[in-house]
């Protein structure tokens, strides 16, 4: 999907975060346009299964951390194919077509404008390590970002474990830190984390699911 660059949302964004010295960014929906992508390839899995199909406003209502949940509601029976296996195939066949997506505009802006303010910048993702790794690199971004964590696993299970590794990590405040991510997981993890959070509604889960619990989204 092709976004015009909207200067007043990489505004809002940029009074969110004013302060702050560490930027933690989720990756996919936040960074990564790939909403539709991921539609796609959940759409083969449900076709596979004689499941009904998703569009993108219902995938974004129904998309939930941890993603047991989101399989389970899409009625997917794991008595007939694991859980764990469902999860890889989603991921090969995510990794195989990723390449041509892009970055969303505003969002690179972002954290271009923070590379040259020499602010510090990390990703916190549920995608596990080497995929995260590999994506990042492929963006040519590996030098912007001080910290990359992934998962362990292609579960896309919690990334709090993480997120209190990143923190002990990066050695800056607490109140110095904020993450922007686009699901109520990444609200989770700051709470867990004891930091701020923004959420952006041009992601994974629609603003309609994001609203009733933080005052701070930032609506595209």
């Known amino acids: 999907m092709e976004y015009e660059l909207k200067n007043d949302l990489v505004q809002k964004i940029h009074n969110a975060i004013n302060g702050k010295e560490h930027v933690i960014w989720d990756w996919n929906g936040t960074l990564l346009d790939d909403v539709g992508h991921a539609v796609v390839i959940m759409n083969s899995l449900l076709e596979e299964h004689q499941l009904p199909l998703l569009d993108r406003d219902r995938y974004r209502k129904v998309f939930e951390f941890p993603v047991l949940n989101y399989y389970k509601n899409l009625g997917f029976d794991f008595d007939k194919e694991s859980f764990e296996n469902l999860c890889h195939r989603f991921v090969d066949r995510f990794m195989a077509g990723f390449h041509s997506l892009p970055l969303i505009p505003e969002m690179k802006s972002v954290v271009l404008q923070l590379e040259e303010d020499r602010r510090m910048q990390s990703i916190l993702s549920a995608t596990d390590q080497l995929n995260l790794e590999s994506m990042v690199s492929h963006f040519e971004l590996s030098n912007t970002f001080r910290f990359v ?17 990143l923190i002990q990590e990066s050695g800056l405040p607490l109140n110095k830190t904020v993450i922007i991510g686009d699901t109520l997981h990444d609200l989770e993890v700051a709470r867990a984390l004891g930091i701020d959070a923004v959420l952006i509604s041009h992601g994974h889960q629609c603003p309609t ?6 005052e701070m989204v930032i609506e595209v």
Request: glycine share 8%; aromatic share 4%; charged share 30%.
């Open 149 to 165: 964590f992934g998962i362990n696993n292609k579960l896309a299970s919690s990334k709090i474990e993480r997120g209190h590794e």
């Open 209 to 214: 699911r994001l609203r009733p619990h933080h």
